[in-house]
């Protein structure tokens, strides 16, 4: 079993910063991809960031310049976010592609969220 924890939300205001940690644990035989997914009330799930192995980060539009997210190796990422708006305000879910064995397909896990509000 793969655990996902993650830490750092909370409220800030317009303008402020936050960092997110996300630590994965458990039978990790490596790790494919990291990243976070926001979601507000009534709104799909939306990428914000993610980071590949040997590749490239993706960041989402809205926020490319103004977050930042790192990969502490093995299995913890970090998204750091400046500069933060109001409607940045969701609940923010790490996600990571993961393989337990080395013949095994990877699966995707996810943590439980965290709350990041912004307030004006």
């Known amino acids: 079993q793969v655990q996902l924890v993650e830490s750092g939300g909370g409220l800030v205001q317009h303008g402020g910063s936050l960092r997110l940690s996300c630590a994965a644990s458990g039978s990790i035989f490596s790790i494919d991809f990291m990243g976070w997914y926001r979601q507000t009330p009534g709104k799909q799930r939306e990428l914000v960031a993610n980071i590949i192995s040997g590749g490239s980060n993706y960041y989402e539009d809205s926020v490319e310049g103004r977050f930042t997210l790192s990969r502490d190796y093995p299995n913890t990422v970090h998204l750091q976010m400046n500069s933060l708006k109001p409607e940045d305000t969701a609940v923010y879910y790490c996600?990571?592609?993961?393989?337990?064995?080395?013949?095994?397909?990877?699966?995707?896990?996810w943590g439980q969220g965290t709350q990041v509000t912004v307030s004006l």
């Open positions: 996600y990571a592609g993961v393989k337990t064995t080395q013949n095994s397909p990877g699966h995707e896990y």
